[in-house]
């Protein structure tokens, strides 16, 4: 079974950093997208920032020039590294992948979320 381990969640202060680790495991064929959604109390879930195979970026308006989504391709691994990290920022942080397993079968799985709290 495809498997996605985060790392990296923590607390830290108002213009801080944090870098988050996200490592996909499995039989699996092909990572076409790794990516990092982000959830908020009474908020919706949100897309932060994407990275496709070939390393093309989609990042949410207020997180850019602040992080930077990275890829490391033969290992399935996807990073965020989070600087001038602001209140707002607050939120779990989950992985997430659209992989073709062995099957050719497309699918999206997620991981089980990291906890970043940003003081002010």
């Known amino acids: 079974q495809v498997q996605l381990v985060e790392s990296g969640g923590g607390l830290v202060q108002a213009g801080g950093s944090l870098r988050l680790s996200c490592a996909v495991s499995g039989r699996i064929f092909r990572v076409n997208v790794m990516g990092w959604y982000r959830q908020a109390p009474g908020k919706q879930r949100e897309l932060v920032a994407t990275?496709?195979?070939?390393?093309?970026?989609n990042y949410r308006d207020s997180v850019k020039g602040r992080f930077t989504i990275s890829r490391d391709n033969p290992k399935s691994t996807v990073f965020l590294q989070m600087n001038s990290l602001k209140p707002e920022d607050t939120a779990v942080y989950y992985c997430?992948?659209?992989?073709?397993?062995?099957?050719?079968?497309?699918?999206?799985?997620w991981g089980k979320g990291t906890l970043v709290t940003v003081s002010s």
């Open positions: 997430y992948s659209r992989i073709v397993d062995v099957s050719t079968n497309a699918v999206d799985y």
């Open positions: 990275i496709t195979s070939g390393g093309f970026t």
